[in-house]
């Protein structure tokens, strides 16, 4: 395991999460911390600058989200389950969350949505048409997207199948989909654990050979008391399934487009340069990026050309 993972109160560390516009060097943080406090930051990937954003008071449900190819939007998918619409999913232009649409959603059932690849649709997890033409036909004529609805059954589910969906389009295989959730007692460390973990796999792009290493994220607990929702592990591993590199706990890891390794934990971001060779990992050392932990909510108001398309 990486240094970087120290053992200290990470329980009370800020918890980020990033998505990476799959056509462009650029991404988008969210960065949660109260609970219900989330922070949205643009990050350039090519220079690893961050312009921190607006924040949101509100429960948002990150793997639920995603940034279109060019970074340009991003759609979310956030609650509070007590004002007007309770919870809804909306699209806005990073780092701000000032919704240029909106779409009611009421429940925490669903929600979300993804960008097509052609750039120019939008499949929304929500129960289509009917509250859709109901709620949204005003906007209409403003979404400069088709909106399609994700699947036969849209609205239902909860981070998945948003987050699978989005994972494998970006170059994700699914390699091992896990056993089924086995709930445990009161007084555990986990809510549910797997016999079998899900396994997910994702080599660099092919940069005149064949690659020899893919990262992989393994999640077979949740609902940890006291702590993340979400528990998983990242690794770097070589042909025929050797461990080469253990990263440890994570709540976000993920290839950049340069083949680099990034993942979140304990409040910061970090990389791993690439290496041709798998065995050269072992004497890489990683490097800190940003540490996100000391900042404290603020009311920022946007500037006026966030509400336009």
């Not at 949205?40 to 312009?51: A, V, Y």
């Not at 849209?154 to 170059?171: A, K, N, V």
């Not at 390699?175 to 796999?201: C, L, N, R, W």
């Given at each position: 395991?990486?240094?970087?993972?120290?053992?200290?109160?990470?329980?009370?560390?800020?918890?980020?999460?990033?998505?990476?516009?799959?056509?462009?060097?650029?991404?988008?943080?969210?960065?949660?911390?109260?609970?219900?406090?989330?922070?949205?930051?643009?990050?350039?990937?090519?220079?690893?600058?961050?312009?921190?954003?607006?924040?949101?008071?509100?429960?948002?449900?990150?793997?639920?989200?995603?940034?279109?190819?060019?970074?340009?939007?991003?759609?979310?998918?956030?609650?509070?389950?007590?004002?007007?619409?309770?919870?809804?999913?909306?699209?806005?232009?990073?780092?701000?969350?000032?919704?240029?649409?909106?779409?009611?959603?009421?429940?925490?059932?669903?929600?979300?949505?993804?960008?097509?690849?052609?750039?120019?649709?939008?499949?929304?997890?929500?129960?289509?048409?009917?509250?859709?033409?109901?709620?949204?036909?005003?906007?209409?004529?403003?979404?400069?997207?088709?909106?399609?609805?994700?699947?036969?059954?849209?609205?239902?589910?909860?981070?998945?199948?948003?987050?699978?969906?989005?994972?494998?389009?970006?170059?994700?295989?699914?390699?091992?989909?896990?056993?089924?959730?086995?709930?445990?007692?009161?007084?555990?460390?986990?809510?549910?654990?797997?016999?079998?973990?899900?396994?997910?796999?994702?080599?660099?792009?092919?940069?005149?050979?064949?690659?020899?290493?893919?990262?992989?994220?393994?999640?077979?607990?949740?609902?940890?008391?006291?702590?993340?929702?979400?528990?998983?592990?990242?690794?770097?591993?070589?042909?025929?399934?050797?461990?080469?590199?253990?990263?440890?706990?994570?709540?976000?890891?993920?290839?950049?487009?340069?083949?680099?390794?990034?993942?979140?934990?304990?409040?910061?971001?970090?990389?791993?340069?690439?290496?041709?060779?798998?065995?050269?990992?072992?004497l890489a050392q990683p490097r800190l990026l940003a540490d996100f932990n000391d900042m404290t909510f603020e009311n920022i108001a946007p500037p006026a050309d966030a509400g336009n398309w």
């Amino acid at each position: 395991m990486l240094e970087t993972h120290s053992t200290a109160d990470w329980k009370n560390t800020a918890r980020l999460y990033a998505l990476l516009a799959p056509a462009a060097r650029s991404a988008v943080v969210l960065r949660r911390g109260p609970s219900n406090h989330v922070r949205m930051i643009s990050w350039d990937l090519e220079r690893d600058q961050f312009t921190p954003g607006q924040w949101l008071k509100k429960r948002v449900y990150e793997r639920r989200c995603d940034l279109s190819r060019d970074g340009r939007y991003f759609i979310y998918f956030a609650a509070d389950y007590k004002s007007r619409f309770g919870s809804w999913t909306a699209i806005s232009k990073p780092p701000f969350f000032s919704a240029l649409c909106l779409w009611p959603k009421g429940d925490g059932w669903g929600g979300g949505g993804l960008f097509c690849d052609d750039g120019r649709t939008i499949y929304l997890n929500h129960g289509l048409p009917a509250d859709y033409e109901k709620n949204m036909a005003t906007q209409l004529a403003q979404i400069p997207m088709r909106v399609q609805p994700l699947h036969d059954y849209s609205g239902g589910g909860e981070d998945d199948p948003i987050r699978t969906y989005r994972m494998l389009r970006d170059g994700w295989t699914l390699a091992a989909k896990g056993s089924h959730s086995k709930m445990t007692g009161p007084g555990g460390p986990y809510g549910f654990v797997q016999k079998e973990p899900t396994i997910f796999d994702k080599r660099p792009q092919n940069k005149g050979g064949l690659p020899r290493w893919s990262l992989q994220l393994r999640s077979r607990y949740g609902h940890e008391r006291q702590g993340r929702w979400n528990v998983e592990e990242a690794g770097i591993f070589a042909a025929r399934g050797k461990l080469v590199l253990n990263i440890g706990r994570v709540d976000w890891s993920d290839l950049d487009h340069n083949g680099d390794i990034l993942w979140a934990w304990m409040g910061k971001l970090w990389r791993l340069e690439y290496r041709r060779n798998p065995l050269g990992f072992k004497l890489a050392q990683p490097r800190l990026l940003a540490d996100f932990n000391d900042m404290t909510f603020e009311n920022i108001a946007p500037p006026a050309d966030a509400g336009n398309w």
